[in-house]
Structure formats: structure tokens, C-alpha cells
């Protein structure tokens, strides 16, 4: 399968090669929010798959894929974290013995706690993803190792499209889906996915202002990565947006907005208070779009709570960072 090729048809099979190992996960309206905004919002919640995000889906769908000599090779993979922890449950449903994930040392707590879990081999390497990126690439070409792209590879989208599948078979009539916006294959298989079922629903893809690589990536006509972004919060969405992603998702977004750090601390609180739903910063970034008005919202509109990986310091953090209201 190559990036031009990847059709409906692709997320069809990933979902029926998936259905034993991942959740269809909770798609829900939230009066709270719906009445702030102004309109229907519904939630889907990707911070309740397996590992708490919706990494898995791409990740048991690449290795799923693999022939039994390319997985005996061991599989490598790089990771802000949840790409990690994606390949850990993969590894582990698919009896998959042989692992080595490279994971950035500034990854939430969270995440390095739950990888230590799994049986993989856990390498903490440099400050960001893209270190930890040439890390594992070099690991692969030593050792013949078979790498698995966060993103950037046509069987890890068709897989994270599937979550695109759930969201339009769960909900009719839906006029906008807002997603946030890494490396590319979460937004690239969703829009692949309500683009053919609900031609007329918007597609809006959300960047933190630290990392815009998606914009970026869109205004120029073709993909940037690696990219050199600032300090986030939000480490998943941090870096490039990927080749694949981009030639599937270029005609298929309608918009990339921009999000601050600032405006998604306080959508971490604001899903709390509404919804009692943790999710990471990364995980939020959609929802801040709509809170701030970075995007524009009127009848049904899902957004994708992509993660909940937080650690209790860092919400500790946030929260403090936050000013008390009455």
C-alpha cells in the first residue's frame, strides 16, 4: 500500500483486522460544552482506547501487516509516547516477542511508567521526538530491525482512520470534525474516512502555536518534517507532519488553526469540569480550538479527545498554573 492508494476500502480491512484487539471507543454529547458554545458537540473519546489514545489503531495495523519474517527482525518504533505504547500493545496482542522503542526522555511520566509495563526494550533518548526518531532509524539500519512510523506510513493512517469510521457510523448528519494535529495520520485517516460517507462535513485540523508544522506544511504545498518546534506541552504533537498524511489529507482538511499553551492548560480544566474526562495536552488541543474560537463551530461537531496520558504532577502543574474562578 502506498500513499496514493489508500482508500476506504483500507480502513475497512484495518478495522475488521483490528476488531479483536482495539475499542470502539465512546462517542458523547456534552450538554455542558454544547451549551457554552453554542452548538451540538460531541466527544469522542480516543483517551479511553487501549494504552489512552488512539495510537493502537495504527500500530496493530502495521505489524498486523508485517510477514512473519519482518516482525521476527524485531520491531523499532520512536515515540513522543503514546506511539510507544501503541507498539507495546501491539507487540504483546500479536505475540510479538522481540521490541525496542526509543521514547524522547521528556515524555510525560505517565507514559514511561506504563511502558515499563510492557515486555519491550525502552530506550530514553535526547529531548524530542525527532532525537529519538534518528535513534531508533540508526538502531534499525544496525540491526536490521523492521521500524514502524508514528505516522508516517499508509497502514499506520488506514488504522487510525478507523476511528473516522466509528465517528461517522456513530453519528449522522454530523456537520464539522476537529482533530489535533502531529505527525499527520490521525487527521489524515479521519478525513479519508468522513470525507467519503459525509462529504459536506468540515474537516479542521489543530496545531499548537509552538509546533505548526501542519500549516506550515499546507500553506508551503508540501509536507515539513522534521520540523525544529518550540518547548510544548503538548509532546505528541510536537514535530513534522509527515509525507503520507499529507499527500492523503492536503485535499480532504478544510483548515488548520493554531492553539496556545495557555488556551489548552485551561481546556484540560474546562473537559473536567464539563465532562470529568482527563486528557493530556495533546489530547485537548481540539477542544481548545473550539473554546477560543479557532475554529468555527455550528451544528454537530465531534471533537477528537486524542489522549489521556497525564501524569498527576503535571496536572498538578496545570492547574495551579490557572486562575481560581468563583
Not at 508485517?66 to 507498539?87: K, P
Not at 516477542?97 to 511520566?109: I, K, L, S
Not at 456537520?175 to 479519508?192: F, H, S, T
Amino acid at each position: 500500500m502506498d500513499a496514493s492508494s489508500v482508500t476506504l476500502a483500507d480502513l475497512y480491512a484495518a478495522r475488521a483486522r483490528l476488531a479483536p484487539h482495539v475499542l470502539h471507543t465512546p462517542l458523547t454529547h456534552s450538554y455542558l460544552l454544547s451549551d457554552q458554545i453554542g452548538c451540538e458537540i460531541w466527544l469522542k473519546q480516543e483517551n479511553r482506547q487501549h494504552t489512552g489514545s488512539f495510537k493502537p489503531r495504527g500500530a496493530l495495523n502495521k505489524i498486523a501487516s508485517l510477514s512473519d519474517e519482518e516482525r521476527s527482525r524485531g520491531i523499532v518504533a520512536a515515540s513522543a509516547g503514546n506511539h510507544a505504547l501503541g507498539v507495546a500493545h501491539a507487540c504483546l496482542v500479536l505475540g510479538v516477542e522481540r521490541a525496542h522503542v526509543f521514547v524522547q526522555a521528556t515524555a510525560a511520566p505517565a507514559k514511561i511508567a506504563k511502558l515499563r509495563q510492557y515486555p519491550v526494550r525502552l530506550h530514553l533518548v535526547g529531548d524530542t521526538f525527532e532525537e529519538a526518531q534518528q535513534a531508533a532509524l540508526a538502531y534499525t539500519r544496525e540491526t536490521g530491525g523492521t521500524f514502524v512510523s508514528a505516522y508516517d506510513d499508509p497502514a499506520v493512517l488506514a488504522g487510525q482512520g478507523t476511528c473516522g469510521l466509528e465517528i461517522v457510523e456513530d453519528l449522522g448528519g454530523l456537520d464539522a470534525v476537529i482533530v489535533p494535529v502531529g505527525g499527520g495520520a490521525l487527521i489524515g485517516g479521519i478525513a479519508l474516512a468522513v470525507k467519503a460517507i459525509c462529504p459536506t462535513a468540515r474537516i479542521v485540523g489543530v496545531n499548537p502555536s509552538a509546533s505548526p508544522s501542519a500549516l506550515l506544511s499546507f500553506q508551503r504545498g508540501s509536507a515539513i518534517d522534521p520540523y525544529d518546534h518550540q518547548p510544548t506541552l503538548a509532546h505528541g504533537l510536537a514535530g513534522g507532519f509527515g509525507e503520507v498524511p499529507f499527500s492523503v489529507a492536503r485535499h480532504l482538511v478544510d483548515e488548520i488553526v493554531l492553539v496556545t499553551e495557555d488556551e489548552m492548560k485551561q481546556s484540560i480544566a474546562a473537559l473536567i469540569d464539563s465532562d470529568q474526562i482527563l486528557a493530556e495536552a495533546s489530547g485537548v488541543a481540539a477542544l481548545a480550538a473550539v473554546l477560543f474560537r479557532k475554529a468555527a463551530a455550528w451544528g454537530k461537531v465531534v471533537v477528537v479527545i486524542s489522549g489521556g496520558n497525564i501524569d498527576s504532577g503535571t496536572l498538578r502543574h496545570v492547574l495551579k498554573s490557572l486562575p481560581i474562578h468563583g
